[in-house]
């Protein structure tokens, strides 16, 4: 099955800069999926992308997935303390129904 | 409230005692699934159910057990517990996936420590 993998683990952020959090797969993928889990809570479903070179926007949020459908990426414009938190990917292969997350990405704000 | 529940939501074991994690969702949804969190290492797939009676497994199955006897009901079962099944498990539930899996729903978690 794929292994997917996410850079960086941790991303401590300035309040109001910018940052990027990238998610690699061994293999091609069907789709991406995004999570976000607040400290203490449960993962939460954010998006989905599941054509080649696909981009969605939800307000500061700009997920990419790439032309090839391995790779990802989630960019956060204007952070703010309510990011806080980790965020996943998690990908499955064509007609594979095992869905693979990568290890995260922390997110820290200094306000 | 549609929503996936999960019990115990935390539990103190000791090792080769069996124990039950109950799931439950009130979705309707065919795909039903576990995973396991340890830190740096994300979400790890350790079962799924695409449906009643139907179960395969996923990237961590070993020393695990699960059932799909009704279509809203995904126990865990745990025969013999050791200390590396220490971790935070989650169960989750989507749509039944026809080209890919749909996004989960997520329980809130259930934290188990086996001494």
């Known amino acids: 099955g794929q292994q997917v993998m996410q850079i960086p683990q941790y991303q401590h952020v300035q309040e109001g800069e910018d940052f990027t959090t990238y998610c690699n797969s061994s293999?091609?993928?069907?789709?991406i999926q995004w999570y976000k889990q607040r400290p203490g809570g449960h993962p939460v479903f954010l998006i989905q992308?599941?054509?080649?070179?696909e981009v969605k926007k939800q307000k500061r949020l700009t997920f990419q997935f790439g032309e090839a459908k391995k790779n990802s990426s989630l960019h956060i414009t204007a952070t703010q303390t309510t990011d806080v938190g980790t965020y996943f990917c998690?990908?499955?292969?064509?007609?594979?129904?095992?869905?693979?997350f990568g290890a995260g990405t922390t997110v820290t704000v200094r306000a | 409230e549609a929503q996936v529940t999960q019990n115990p939501r935390y539990l103190i074991t000791v090792t080769g005692k069996k124990l039950t994690v109950t799931c439950s969702q009130n979705?309707?949804?065919?795909?039903m699934s576990w995973y396991r969190q340890d830190p740096g290492l994300g979400l790890r797939q350790i079962y799924y159910?695409?449906?009643?009676?139907?179960?395969d497994k996923g990237d961590v199955p070993e020393g695990y057990k699960v059932s799909r006897k009704e279509k809203r009901n995904f126990p865990l079962i745990l025969e013999s517990p050791s200390p590396n099944q220490t971790s935070l498990y989650f169960c989750?539930?989507?749509?039944?996936?026809?080209?890919?899996?749909?996004?989960?729903?997520f329980g809130p978690g259930t934290r188990l420590t086996v001494t």
């Open positions: 992308l599941v054509k080649s070179g």
């Open positions: 159910s695409m449906n009643v009676e139907v179960t």
């Open positions: 293999t091609t993928l069907s789709n």
């Open positions: 998690a990908g499955s292969g064509s007609n594979d129904y095992k869905l693979s």
């Open positions: 979705m309707n949804h065919e795909y």
């Open positions: 989750a539930s989507s749509l039944v996936p026809v080209e890919w899996v749909y996004e989960q729903y």
